[in-house]
């Protein structure tokens, strides 16, 4: 019997883990919907936005947000960015994905039994988890060296340089 709780209780410590992954960094098309994606509103200004799930912390999704502002500043042919404007929201909720773990056992008729159940449920009818983090960033690219006095100016090489190992990536 201690065998089925000991099982049990390494599937729910498995299922726990696994929920709680913090979002891979890449484009929004990723499963689930969470990644990065820009707006153009000119062409030398954006809206760069990062949205994690929840077990991505609200400073993650921000860092991720620069990170993909930084490429994006290099891919249009710009060396440096300002951030204009930023948001930062998380929120957290239930009504997500849920994974449960059960035990049981008893006797009966002069035999033992035990067993183990694992279920994954998934909420129908439209009802998604409200939990996220999504930091948005407003940035405006140009070229030539950053300005040392213009705060929230970053230059786009330096981000990718100093990020990498923050990102994983």
Known sequence: ???IYALAAAL??????????????GPATTAGGYGYSEQPIESDRAIVRYAGN?????????????RRSAEYTLERGYDWFHVVSSN???????GG?????????GSGGGASFGGVGVGLSFPLGGAASSSYAQASLEI????????SNLANAYDARDVLTNMAPATGR
């Open 1 to 3: 019997m201690t065998r």
């Open 12 to 25: 729910a410590a498995l299922g726990a883990a696994a929920c709680a992954t913090p979002s891979v960094y």
């Open 54 to 66: 929840s077990a991505t912390s609200a400073e993650l999704a921000r860092q991720y947000a620069l």
């Open 88 to 94: 930062l929201d998380a929120r957290s909720g239930s």
């Open 97 to 105: 994905p849920r994974v449960g773990v059960g035990a049981g056992g």
């Open 140 to 147: 405006v690219m140009r070229r030539g060296p950053r300005p």
